[in-house]
């Protein structure tokens, strides 16, 4: 097993203003982290947005007319940590297969103690474990009482860990679903349940309106040209839907009783595929952070349809994104560039 040790949160983790720590792709990917360790990390971070220590702005776009790529960036401050970070995201191809689309996506973080930088890491396995981790906090605050039944759409990035992550915040999960169209992501789906709960079983599912109709919680986390579109009549009382990616038709969010998002305004900017026949989105009954503060309930009743909309908030990458820097440090990974000389 890795060395888990790490400087305290807010210590430095760099050396000098001249030289940039860069983490790559295989540097991060050698560094064990355990689900529950994800899961707190990001819960620390909504529990200190919430509290005013911290600041998450919204988030800037750039999409050509032709819809071919979309970019973001995003600025934040987690007040816990004393870390300033910039994450940048682009995406290319959008018009194109999987296979031909391009994702790049780093960030960038400095200590706000010493002035110095923290490092340069590619995010994207930051990313691969954040957002099931925040599904799974959603899940854990807004699922039906006794929930056993969950189904994950897509078999993408973020739909391979969506089942490990539930079943961690979860664990009286009994059956568990996921739809695909890919026979390589439906395999490594059941890879990565077998890697993290050995004694589960995977249930492979081609008829979605019957396997809606009997979860407790959806995770929708495909691709934007997935034939997958659970509509609101399909769901029992109590579900609970999450929406990561697609899956999910608009009915899911206009029929809910009730609508939770990580962040109301990150929904009215990503989220507009949702949006009704005049082009609007419902109004949001609770944000995330506060439910998960306590200062708001996320489910009222047992029966009560719940839609959830998990978009990324940067602070949650800043945490995650440093917790990686400390372990990567411990280890000495990483390239130092004299990026400033």
């Keep these: 097993m890795t060395d888990t040790t ?30 529950a360790d994800v899961v707190d990390t990001v819960e620390g971070a909504y529990r200190a947005l919430h509290a005013g220590q911290s600041d998450n702005p919204r988030k800037l776009t750039v999409k050509p007319q032709d819809g071919h790529s979309v970019s973001y960036a995003m600025l934040g401050r987690d007040g816990t940590r004393n870390v300033v970070a910039i994450k940048t995201s682009y995406k ?41 981790a925040v599904s799974a906090l ?53 890879e990565q349940l077998r890697t993290h709960f050995p004694d589960r079983d995977l249930e492979v599912v081609t008829d979605l309106r019957a396997a809606a109709a009997d979860a407790d919680v959806i995770v929708a986390t495909a691709g934007a040209h997935t034939p997958a579109a659970v509509e609101s009549s399909w769901l029992k009382p109590g579900a609970l839907t999450i929406l990561v990616g697609h899956g999910l038709a608009p009915s899911t969010l206009h029929s809910a009783d009730r609508v939770i998002a990580t962040s109301e305004a990150q929904m009215n900017v990503t989220g507009t595929d949702m949006a009704d026949a005049d082009g609007k989105l419902p109004s949001v009954d609770a944000e995330f952070p506060p439910v998960l503060a306590g200062i708001t309930t996320g489910r009222q009743n047992a029966k009560e349809r719940i839609f959830a909309y998990n978009s990324g908030l940067v602070v949650t990458d800043i945490a995650l994104g440093h917790r990686f820097a400390q372990l990567a440090l411990t280890q000495n990974l990483g390239t130092e560039v004299p990026l400033w000389q």
Excluded: N, W
């Design 138 to 190: 959603l899940a854990r605050e807004c699922a039906p009482p006794g929930a056993r039944t969950a189904l994950v759409i897509g078999t993408g990035t973020q739909g391979r860990l969506a089942l490990p992550f539930l079943l961690t915040t979860l664990p009286d999960l009994d059956r568990l679903m996921v739809f695909g169209t890919h026979s390589e992501g439906i395999a490594a789906v059941r």
């Design 92 to 132: 290319h191809g959008l018009d194109k297969g999987r296979d031909e689309q391009h994702y790049y996506t780093s960030l960038t973080l400095y200590d706000d103690v010493t002035g110095l930088p923290v490092a340069m890491m590619d995010c994207s396995r930051i990313g691969s474990l954040r957002t099931p």
């Design 6 to 35: 790490a400087a305290p949160i807010g210590a430095p983790v760099s050396g000098d203003d001249t030289h940039l720590r860069i983490l790559s792709t295989s540097d991060l990917a050698g560094i064990d982290i355990s689900l």
